[in-house]
């Protein structure tokens, strides 16, 4: 039977274009949903725009329009340039949908039916000059971990600030301290659900990354929280508990409720039974993220279904990547330091860009993007990759593919790569599949300059026409296992060879073909 796999990718805010970082984040997504679809697994692959919450609403504020017309800008560039950069989403949505926005509703009334979210009056901080109460991210304060100026939801360094800390906090708007006042709200029992998240963590702990680990381990230790839920806001999805219709959900709840609501739809469109994946103890799933929303994939989202008390199954694999940085500096679009992935697909190859975020990228720390490295790692990939289909399949004199034996050595070499590739993903190590990679297009390339098809080709036809054939084979295999990294390259190889059995498995035979308008693959840069 088909596994039936769930990979969810991080939902981006619309509140800003998307940059390399992002990529770098999000791209194992891609990776592993292409993977497990050649390996003939049934796979949905999700994400969507996260269109609620402040930061858009800042941004409207900023460029006087309405929140609406800031998320839907934003969800519309994020659609092209997940296109751009090959991404196969199975849907990629919004929170803005309505489809979203009562489901969330129905699940978020389940879990306070369970008792799991409950009712309390707090301090919160308050500005008697804006005459509003101050959402978290609205304030500012000096974090306590690292010492630097931060907003109180998150700062860069990792830490979210408690109560406590918030208590000395200036408004953002009109940089006055705050003062507290008592405000009614609705809290996710996280403190209730500790002992259950952390039977939870230690049986899947093991196939985490490392970061995600650490990071979870340490807020279970210092003991989970209860958390908000609702707040003083406009924009945002509506609370169906009754006393509470002034007040909107917290973001981060409405944006982890949509893998499970991008998942319904799809299903929904596509004649699918959601059971079949969110409720089976055989289905695998994948969360795909950055290491700054790890907590939220790995201790919230986990606690809520929990809470649901309906037979979900917990999300298996933590993908968190490190931060990739640019020169050696942190990406900022306000000091105009990096680049965004519309600009850099308008200069890079998409194919070698993939190849190079994860072969170079952030995958167990912190990496650095320079546009040096990523063009002796796309010329590598030209030389290697490039060159081996052109002096193979455009061999002057050749018009079609001659019959020829396969030669077992390289036969069996591939076979290996099948495996080990496929292992390396599963066991969601990209970078290393990326070295197996080039190490594969070494052996090919060593294996045609050893044979000299052309000295062959004038003292031994039948010889000439056997490595011919193999490297030929070779190729139709290469375009399997670069696909998940390479897709569109991949893709023209496919179209030459006209292999239409795309699966992980070797490929034996070459259908007959016409080597008249094979074109090169790659221009140097
Ligand atoms: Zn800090
Ligand atoms: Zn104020």
């Given at each position: 039977?088909?596994?039936?796999?769930?990979?969810?990718?991080?939902?981006?805010?619309?509140?800003?274009?998307?940059?390399?970082?992002?990529?770098?984040?999000?791209?194992?997504?891609?990776?592993?949903?292409?993977?497990?679809?050649?390996?003939?697994?049934?796979?949905?692959?999700?994400?969507?725009?996260?269109?609620?919450?402040?930061?858009?609403?800042?941004?409207?504020?900023?460029?006087?329009?309405?929140?609406?017309?800031?998320?839907?800008?934003?969800?519309?560039?994020?659609?092209?340039?997940?296109?751009?950069?090959?991404?196969?989403?199975?849907?990629?949505?919004?929170?803005?949908?309505?489809?979203?926005?009562?489901i969330v509703k129905d699940l978020f009334k389940r879990i306070y039916d369970n008792g799991y979210i409950t009712e309390k009056i707090d301090?919160?901080?308050?500005?008697?000059?804006?005459?509003?109460?101050?959402?978290?991210?609205?304030?500012?304060?000096?974090?306590?971990?690292?010492?630097?100026?931060?907003?109180?939801?998150?700062?860069?360094?990792?830490?979210?600030?408690?109560?406590?800390?918030?208590?000395?906090?200036?408004?953002?708007?009109?940089?006055?301290?705050?003062?507290?006042?008592?405000?009614k709200n609705l809290y996710l029992r996280l403190d209730k659900l500790q002992l259950l998240i952390e039977e939870y963590v230690?049986?899947?702990?093991?196939?985490?990354?490392?970061?995600?680990?650490?990071?979870?381990?340490?807020y279970l230790?210092?003991g989970l929280k209860e958390r908000a839920v609702t707040r003083?806001?406009?924009?945002?999805i509506?609370i169906p508990i009754k006393g509470f219709?002034?007040k909107?959900m917290y973001?981060w709840i409405d944006a982890v409720f949509?893998y499970l609501?991008?998942?319904?739809?799809?299903?929904?469109?596509?004649?699918?039974?959601?059971?079949?994946?969110w409720?089976?103890?055989?289905?695998?799933?994948?969360?795909?993220?950055?290491?700054?929303?790890?907590i939220f994939h790995s201790l919230i989202f986990p606690g809520l279904l929990i809470g649901l008390k309906d037979n979900y199954h917990l999300p298996?694999?933590?993908?968190?990547?490190?931060?990739?940085?640019?020169?050696?500096?942190?990406?900022?679009?306000?000091?105009?330091?990096?680049?965004?992935?519309?600009?850099?697909?308008?200069?890079?190859?998409?194919?070698?860009?993939?190849?190079?975020?994860?072969?170079?990228?952030?995958?167990?720390?912190?990496?650095?993007?320079?546009?040096?490295?990523?063009?002796?790692?796309?010329?590598?990939?030209?030389?290697?990759?490039?060159?081996?289909?052109?002096?193979?399949?455009?061999?002057?004199?050749?018009?079609?593919?001659?019959?020829?034996?396969?030669?077992?050595?390289?036969?069996?070499?591939?076979?290996?790569?099948?495996?080990?590739?496929?292992?390396?993903?599963?066991?969601?190590?990209?970078?290393?599949?990326?070295?197996?990679?080039?190490?594969?297009?070494?052996?090919?390339?060593?294996?045609?300059?050893?044979?000299?098809?052309?000295?062959?080709?004038?003292?031994?036809?039948?010889?000439?026409?056997?490595?011919?054939?193999?490297?030929?084979?070779?190729?139709?295999?290469?375009?399997?296992?670069?696909?998940?990294?390479?897709?569109?390259?991949?893709?023209?190889?496919?179209?030459?060879?006209?292999?239409?059995?795309?699966?992980?498995?070797?490929?034996?035979?070459?259908?007959?073909?016409?080597?008249?308008?094979?074109?090169?693959?790659?221009?140097?840069?």
């Amino acid at each position: 039977m088909n596994r039936k796999i769930i990979i969810g990718g991080a939902w981006p805010y619309a509140n800003s274009s998307l940059h390399l970082g992002h990529l770098a984040a999000l791209l194992p997504g891609d990776i592993l949903a292409r993977y497990h679809r050649l390996y003939g697994d049934d796979v949905i692959y999700i994400s969507g725009s996260d269109c609620h919450g402040t930061p858009i609403t800042e941004r409207a504020k900023k460029e006087k329009v309405s929140p609406n017309i800031i998320a839907e800008k934003y969800h519309k560039e994020f659609l092209e340039v997940f296109n751009k950069s090959l991404f196969s989403y199975n849907l990629y949505t919004k929170t803005l949908d309505d489809f979203h926005k009562n489901i969330v509703k129905d699940l978020f009334k389940r879990i306070y039916d369970n008792g799991y979210i409950t009712e309390k009056i707090d301090e919160d901080n308050y500005c008697k000059f804006c005459n509003k109460f101050v959402a978290d991210r609205e304030l500012i304060l000096i974090c306590p971990n690292c010492g630097n100026e931060t907003k109180g939801d998150q700062c860069d360094c990792g830490y979210i600030p408690t109560k406590e800390d918030l208590k000395n906090a200036t408004c953002n708007e009109c940089g006055n301290k705050t003062t507290t006042k008592e405000n009614k709200n609705l809290y996710l029992r996280l403190d209730k659900l500790q002992l259950l998240i952390e039977e939870y963590v230690s049986n899947n702990l093991h196939k985490w990354r490392k970061n995600s680990q650490n990071e979870s381990l340490k807020y279970l230790k210092l003991g989970l929280k209860e958390r908000a839920v609702t707040r003083n806001l406009d924009w945002g999805i509506d609370i169906p508990i009754k006393g509470f219709e002034d007040k909107k959900m917290y973001v981060w709840i409405d944006a982890v409720f949509g893998y499970l609501t991008a998942s319904m739809k799809y299903c929904n469109e596509n004649n699918l039974n959601f059971e079949d994946w969110w409720k089976n103890k055989y289905s695998k799933i994948y969360m795909v993220h950055g290491k700054d929303n790890i907590i939220f994939h790995s201790l919230i989202f986990p606690g809520l279904l929990i809470g649901l008390k309906d037979n979900y199954h917990l999300p298996d694999v933590m993908v968190s990547t490190e931060y990739l940085n640019f020169n050696d500096k942190k990406f900022s679009k306000s000091k105009g330091i990096g680049l965004t992935v519309k600009e850099a697909l308008e200069k890079f190859n998409v194919d070698t860009l993939r190849f190079y975020l994860i072969k170079n990228g952030p995958e167990t720390k912190d990496s650095n993007f320079t546009e040096d490295e990523y063009k002796s790692v796309h010329n590598e990939i030209a030389n290697k990759l490039g060159n081996f289909v052109n002096r193979t399949l455009n061999y002057k004199g050749l018009n079609s593919i001659p019959a020829g034996i396969l030669d077992k050595e390289v036969e069996d070499y591939i076979k290996n790569k099948y495996i080990e590739i496929s292992n390396c993903i599963e066991n969601i190590e990209f970078k290393k599949a990326t070295i197996l990679i080039m190490e594969l297009l070494d052996f090919v390339n060593k294996y045609y300059d050893e044979k000299k098809p052309w000295v062959e080709f004038k003292e031994n036809i039948k010889k000439f026409n056997d490595i011919i054939y193999t490297c030929t084979v070779a190729i139709a295999n290469i375009s399997i296992l670069i696909e998940p990294f390479m897709p569109n390259v991949s893709n023209k190889i496919k179209e030459y060879l006209k292999i239409d059995n795309n699966k992980w498995e070797f490929i034996y035979n070459i259908n007959p073909i016409d080597l008249e308008n094979i074109q090169p693959l790659f221009e140097k840069m």
